[in-house]
């Protein structure tokens, strides 16, 4: 059993970055995939980013493609989701997500295919 946490969350303007992190404990070999899904007050909770196991393969969620980049370090056991060109709508709790090997770009985005999650981190971008 793999444990996350994630931080980096915090207050930003409009256009600025911020990098999230998500570091695993536990089980902690790189073959598990992750996910970064985000959940804004009043709405459900939705995809972000993915990276598969080995970190060959990344899908983005459309609302994010050429804003955010996802990636992995396997020797710090660690996940970051770099923001870029952060709007007010991107503001919510991000979630990493950790889920089997075999999971492919068409299937990161099911929120149904990870077992385990982190506590959360809170995006704030202001206008």
């Known amino acids: 059993q793999v444990q996350l946490v994630e931080s980096g969350g915090g207050l930003v303007q409009a256009g600025g970055s911020l990098r999230l992190s998500c570091a695993a404990s536990?089980?902690?070999?790189?073959?598990?995939?992750l996910g970064w899904f985000r959940q804004a007050p009043g709405k459900q909770r939705e995809f972000v980013a993915g990276?598969?196991?080995?970190?060959?393969?990344?899908s983005y969620a459309d609302s994010v493609k050429g804003r955010f980049t996802i990636s992995r370090d396997g020797a710090k056991n660690t996940v970051y989701l770099q923001m870029n060109s952060l709007k007010p709508e991107d503001t919510a709790i991000y979630y990493c997500?950790?889920?089997?090997?075999?999971?492919?770009?068409?299937?990161?985005?099911?929120?149904?295919?990870?077992?385990?999650w982190g506590q959360g981190t809170q995006v704030t971008v202001s206008s």
């Open positions: 536990g089980r902690t070999d790189s073959r598990y995939s």
């Open positions: 997500a950790a889920g089997p090997s075999f999971l492919t770009p068409p299937s990161m985005g099911n929120s149904r295919m990870y077992q385990t």
């Open positions: 990276i598969t196991g080995l970190g060959r393969s990344t």
